[in-house]
């Protein structure tokens, strides 16, 4: 059993940026494989970044090269550090933590790009 809490999502003007945190609450962090999804009004639950237990990383396209994510295994905490935000990436973002045929969520921190 995980459990995931988010943090750092807010208002941030276009161009702006923010670094999302997520810590968990596990001994198996290590092995987990960590995502950061997101979900716009209207819209399904996307793929925004995922890294796997040995740092391998993998991202939408629509964030490629703007979005940098990372984990800390000493911390157990994985983050999302979001540059040159535009309005589209408005969205509820969602950790998640994959392994051993569970998968686990966080309750979502909201991130507004907005002028």
């Known amino acids: 059993q995980a459990q995931l809490v988010e943090s750092g999502g807010g208002l941030v003007q276009p161009g702006g940026s923010l670094r999302l945190s997520c810590a968990a609450s596990?001994?198996?962090?290590?092995?987990?494989?960590l995502g950061w999804y997101r979900q716009a009004p209207g819209k399904q639950r996307e793929l925004v970044a995922h890294?796997?237990?040995?740092?391998?990383?993998n991202y939408a396209d629509s964030v490629k090269g703007r979005f940098t994510i990372s984990r800390d295994n000493a911390k157990n905490t994985v983050y999302l550090q979001m540059n040159s935000l535009k309005a589209e990436d408005t969205a509820v973002y969602y950790c998640?933590?994959?392994?051993?045929?569970?998968?686990?969520w966080g309750q979502g921190t909201q991130v507004t790009v907005s002028s």
């Open positions: 998640n933590a994959q392994g051993g045929g569970a998968s686990y």
């Open positions: 596990t001994r198996l962090f290590n092995f987990y494989v």
């Open positions: 890294i796997s237990p040995g740092g391998s990383t």
